[in-house]
C-alpha cells in the first residue's frame, strides 16, 4: 500500500467524487477507482458507500480516512521540513479572489508581503465566486478569497474583514446632495445590480424583501467595474463595497452615499482546503492577511 492511494482515498472523501479525485491527483477516474478497490480487497469490507450523487465513507472508510489524514500531513510536513532547512522563505503562492475584493482591497496586504517576506509573490487570480471554492478543493489555488462565504465540503473559511457597503451615483443625481440615503429611498429608482448569481445581490435582495423595498435593477452585470462605468453614465445607482469606489470618489466621477438605517456591510473570507499543509511561501501570505485584518491565529482558525 503506497501513500498516494492513501492520498487518492482521502481526496474522494473530501471531495465526495470520484472525478475530482481524479483530477486532484493527475490521473483517471478508473485509476481512482481501481485504488480505492484494492483498498477495500486489503481490507475486506466496503470502505465507500456510492449514490447517484454523491460518494460518502463507510463507519469503516471514516476511521481509515482519519487516519490517513493524520499520517498524510505528517509526512507532508516532514518532507517540507527537510527541503526548507537553512532556506529563506521564497515562492509563489495562488490566491483566487472575487474581482471587487482582489482590485481594491489587497493593497495593504500586497505592502505587508513585500516587507516581511520580499522572495514571496502573491499571484492573483480573479474569478467568479463559485469559481474560487473550485480553484481551493482542486488545488488550483492555495488561498481563495470570497464575499458572504458559505461551508463546502473540503474546505475551510477563515474571517478576512467586512465591507462597508454604500449607495453610489452619479455627481448629478439627486441622492448626491443628500447627506445619507434611505434603503426605501431606492424604490423605484434606476439601479445597477449585480448578477443575480452573485452572493452580494442574492444578500442585497433578502435585505429589500425584509423591507418591503421594490427594486427597478435596469441593468445586472458580473463586474464591480463596469457596475461604476455605468452609473457614472447615469444609468442608475448601485449599492457597492466603498472601498470599490475610493478612486472615482476621489476624482469626482462617483458620490458615495452611507445608509440612514445605519451601516450595512458584506463579509469576506479567506478559503483554505482542508487538511491542506501550506508551505513556507503560502504560510507568509497567509500571516500577511492577518497582520492586514486582524485574523484569528492558526491554531485558533484550524479549529473553527
Same mark, same amino acid.
Given at each position: 500500500?503506497?501513500?498516494?492511494?492513501?492520498?487518492?482515498?482521502?481526496?474522494?472523501?473530501?471531495?465526495?467524487?470520484?472525478?475530482?479525485?481524479?483530477?486532484?491527483?493527475?490521473?483517471?477516474?478508473?485509476?481512482?477507482?481501481?485504488?480505492?478497490?484494492?483498498?477495500?480487497?486489503?481490507?475486506?469490507?466496503?470502505? #465507500?458507500?456510492?449514490?447517484?450523487?454523491?460518494?460518502?465513507? %463507510?463507519?469503516?472508510?471514516?476511521?481509515?480516512?482519519?487516519?490517513?489524514?493524520?499520517?498524510?500531513?505528517?509526512?507532508?510536513?516532514?518532507?517540507?521540513?527537510?527541503?526548507?532547512?537553512?532556506?529563506?522563505?521564497?515562492?509563489? %503562492?495562488?490566491?483566487? %479572489?472575487?474581482?471587487?475584493?482582489?482590485?481594491?482591497?489587497?493593497?495593504?496586504?500586497?505592502?505587508?508581503?513585500?516587507?516581511?517576506?520580499?522572495?514571496?509573490?502573491?499571484?492573483?487570480?480573479?474569478?467568479?465566486?463559485?469559481?474560487?471554492?473550485?480553484?481551493?478543493?482542486?488545488?488550483?489555488?492555495?488561498?481563495?478569497?470570497?464575499?458572504?462565504?458559505?461551508?463546502?465540503?473540503?474546505?475551510?473559511? #477563515?474571517?478576512?474583514?467586512?465591507?462597508?457597503?454604500?449607495?453610489?451615483?452619479?455627481?448629478?443625481?439627486?441622492?448626491?446632495?443628500?447627506?445619507?440615503?434611505?434603503?426605501?429611498? #431606492?424604490?423605484?429608482?434606476?439601479?445597477?445590480?449585480?448578477?443575480?448569481?452573485?452572493?452580494?445581490?442574492?444578500?442585497?435582495?433578502?435585505?429589500?424583501?425584509?423591507?418591503?423595498?421594490?427594486?427597478?435593477?435596469?441593468?445586472?452585470?458580473?463586474?464591480?467595474?463596469?457596475?461604476?462605468?455605468?452609473?457614472?453614465?447615469?444609468?442608475?445607482?448601485?449599492?457597492?463595497?466603498?472601498?470599490?469606489?475610493?478612486?472615482?470618489?476621489?476624482?469626482?466621477?462617483?458620490?458615495?452615499?452611507?445608509?440612514?438605517?445605519?451601516?450595512?456591510?458584506?463579509?469576506?473570507?479567506?478559503?483554505?482546503?482542508?487538511?491542506?499543509?501550506?508551505?513556507?511561501?503560502?504560510?507568509?501570505?497567509?500571516?500577511?492577511?492577518?497582520?492586514?485584518?486582524?485574523?484569528?491565529?492558526?491554531?485558533?482558525?484550524?479549529?473553527?
Amino acid at each position: 500500500m503506497q501513500l498516494e492511494s492513501l492520498k487518492m482515498f482521502c481526496d474522494v472523501v473530501e471531495t465526495g467524487s470520484f472525478s475530482r479525485a481524479a483530477q486532484l491527483n493527475h490521473v483517471t477516474q478508473s485509476a481512482v477507482s481501481q485504488q480505492i478497490r484494492a483498498l477495500e480487497n486489503r481490507y475486506e469490507q466496503k470502505l #465507500l458507500s456510492r449514490s447517484a450523487r454523491q460518494v460518502t465513507p %463507510t463507519p469503516a472508510g471514516e476511521r481509515l480516512f482519519r487516519g490517513c489524514k493524520e499520517i498524510l500531513a505528517r509526512f507532508a510536513e516532514v518532507e517540507q521540513e527537510i527541503r526548507e532547512q537553512a532556506a529563506e522563505v521564497a515562492g509563489t %503562492t495562488t490566491v483566487s %479572489t472575487i474581482y471587487s475584493v482582489g482590485l481594491h482591497e489587497l493593497n495593504s496586504v500586497q505592502k505587508q508581503l513585500l516587507k516581511s517576506h520580499p522572495k514571496v509573490n502573491m499571484r492573483l487570480n480573479y474569478r467568479r465566486n463559485d469559481q474560487v471554492y473550485d480553484d481551493v478543493i482542486l488545488g488550483a489555488a492555495e488561498i481563495g478569497i470570497v464575499a458572504y462565504p458559505q461551508p463546502r465540503a473540503g474546505v475551510d473559511i #477563515l474571517p478576512f474583514r467586512d465591507d462597508k457597503l454604500s449607495v453610489v451615483c452619479a455627481p448629478g443625481h439627486p441622492f448626491a446632495t443628500k447627506q445619507k440615503v434611505s434603503l426605501t429611498a #431606492l424604490s423605484g429608482v434606476p439601479f445597477i445590480a449585480f448578477d443575480r448569481e452573485a452572493p452580494t445581490r442574492k444578500a442585497l435582495d433578502r435585505l429589500f424583501r425584509e423591507k418591503s423595498i421594490d427594486i427597478n435593477p435596469v441593468m445586472e452585470m458580473d463586474n464591480v467595474e463596469t457596475i461604476k462605468r455605468a452609473v457614472e453614465m447615469g444609468l442608475g445607482v448601485a449599492i457597492l463595497p466603498m472601498s470599490t469606489a475610493q478612486g472615482e470618489v476621489k476624482g469626482g466621477t462617483l458620490v458615495a452615499k452611507p445608509f440612514a438605517e445605519g451601516p450595512v456591510s458584506r463579509p469576506i473570507g479567506l478559503l483554505i482546503r482542508k487538511g491542506k499543509y501550506l508551505d513556507r511561501a503560502s504560510a507568509a501570505v497567509l500571516e500577511a492577511f492577518k497582520a492586514a485584518s486582524n485574523l484569528p491565529p492558526a491554531d485558533e482558525a484550524e479549529r473553527q
